[in-house]
C-alpha cells in the first residue's frame, strides 16, 4: 500500500524526471521510473518550474529524499557518493542528538519533579469530606426524588 505522500512525491520525481536530459533519465534503472510511474498521484498536480534549481523548489521532503537516492545511487562519482555518505551520516547524527534532547528521560523525569515541588510550595489544601452511609443514602434518595417532580 502506497501512502498520499509516497505517490505525490513520486508524481514530483516524474515531473523533474521529464525536465532532464535523457542521459540521466537513462542511468535510473526502467523497473524504478516504472514504478514512480505506477505509484505516481494521478489527482496531484506538481509544481515543479524547470527554469529553477532544485533546491529553490518547494519539493516535498519524501521528494527530496527520494532525489537524494536517486543522485547518491545512480549520478554520483566514487568521490562525490564518498562526501554525500559523509553530509548524510552528519545529518543523521544531528537528528539524533536533537531527538535524544527533546525526548531524554532523564528531563522528562526532572520535569515531573518540578511540578510535584511547585504543588507542594503552593500548599494546596484539599478538603476531604467523608459523609456516613446513611447520609449518602438520604442524599440519593432525595436527589431521585427531586428528578421525579421536574
Known amino acids: 500500500m502506497v501512502t498520499k505522500e509516497f505517490a505525490e512525491a513520486a508524481t514530483e520525481i516524474n515531473k523533474i524526471l521529464s525536465y532532464l536530459p535523457t542521459e540521466y533519465v537513462k542511468k535510473i534503472p526502467i523497473k524504478l521510473r516504472k514504478f514512480f510511474e505506477d505509484v505516481e498521484s494521478k489527482e496531484y498536480i506538481p509544481n515543479i518550474d524547470p527554469y529553477k534549481q532544485l533546491d529553490k523548489q518547494d519539493l516535498k521532503p519524501k521528494t527530496q529524499t527520494l532525489l537524494t537516492i536517486i543522485y547518491r545511487n545512480y549520478w554520483c562519482t566514487e568521490q562525490e557518493r564518498a562526501e554525500l555518505d559523509k553530509i548524510l551520516i552528519k545529518n543523521d547524527k544531528k537528528y539524533e542528538k536533537e531527538l535524544r534532547e ?42 431521585l426524588f427531586n428528578r421525579m417532580q421536574t
Open 102 to 143: 527533546k525526548y531524554n528521560p532523564d528531563d522528562i523525569f526532572k520535569n515531573k519533579q518540578k511540578i510535584l515541588t511547585t504543588i507542594q510550595d503552593t500548599n494546596l489544601s484539599i478538603e476531604i469530606r467523608k459523609e456516613n452511609f446513611i447520609i449518602r443514602l438520604i442524599n440519593y434518595i432525595k436527589e
